[in-house]
């Protein structure tokens, strides 16, 4: 239960649904108010698909191209670390650049905003780190993403509730917990790296 609930929580701060909320609300801006909420769905199944797909088929895509569990916990820590660092600090051009004009289609909401890099790389760590669990990583996967959904959904409501300054500090803090997971993700590759390596 424990690693089902570690693996739901990185998945969540992953996501990053809070962070995503000015992304899609200014992608959407143009988007007429009912259409808005079909676009959000339609872009979330399409996220949970991509993400599904990586946590189903993501082992054999690894041992495909000779890829070590390791390389993925290292390059995964990596994504997240910038990915933090980019929360913390944010850019003027936010964490995907400039966003297309008129409605948007899988890039950028679908992917990378919700199904990003780090959260793929997550997804086949966790399968490769122990396959037989394969049923929690679908609930923590499906749960995470309900999380967001739910979030993502109601975005224009938490908009008013909290204010681009409560946005901003929430994002910053999902950072700081992010830093210290990307960190962790590091250390525990490069250990057993170096510790194959001794054997």
């Not at 239960?1 to 649904?17: E, G, N, Q």
């Not at 670390?81 to 980019?86: G, P, T, Y």
């Not at 409605?103 to 950028?108: L, N, R």
């Not at 790389?121 to 309900?146: S, Y």
Request: with cysteine; proline share 6%; glycine share 8%.
């Amino acid at each position: 239960m424990d690693t089902l609930l570690s693996a739901f929580i990185t998945l969540v701060l992953v996501m990053d649904p809070l962070g995503n909320v000015p992304i899609f609300l200014s992608v959407l801006k143009d988007v007429e108010g009912k259409r808005r909420y079909w676009v959000i769905f339609r872009e979330l199944l399409i996220a949970l698909a991509v993400l599904l797909l990586f946590l189903y088929g993501g082992s054999a895509a690894l041992e495909a191209m000779g890829l070590r569990q390791e390389s993925i916990s290292v390059g995964g820590a990596i994504i997240l670390f910038l990915i933090a660092i980019r929360m913390i600090f944010p850019s003027p051009y936010g964490l995907l650049g400039d966003t297309p004009d008129g409605e948007p289609f899988i890039v950028p909401l679908a992917i990378p905003a919700v199904a990003g890099p780090s959260s793929l790389a997550i997804a086949m760590l966790m399968v490769n780190t122990d396959p037989t669990r394969m049923t929690e990583w679908t609930i923590a996967l499906v749960g995470a993403w309900a999380v967001s959904a739910c979030i993502l959904m109601t975005s224009p409501l938490l908009l008013k509730a909290l204010g681009n300054r409560g946005l901003m500090a929430m994002e910053r803090l999902m950072g700081m917990i992010l830093v210290i997971i990307a960190v962790q993700m590091f250390f525990e590759g490069v250990s057993t790296s170096l510790h194959l390596v001794g054997e």
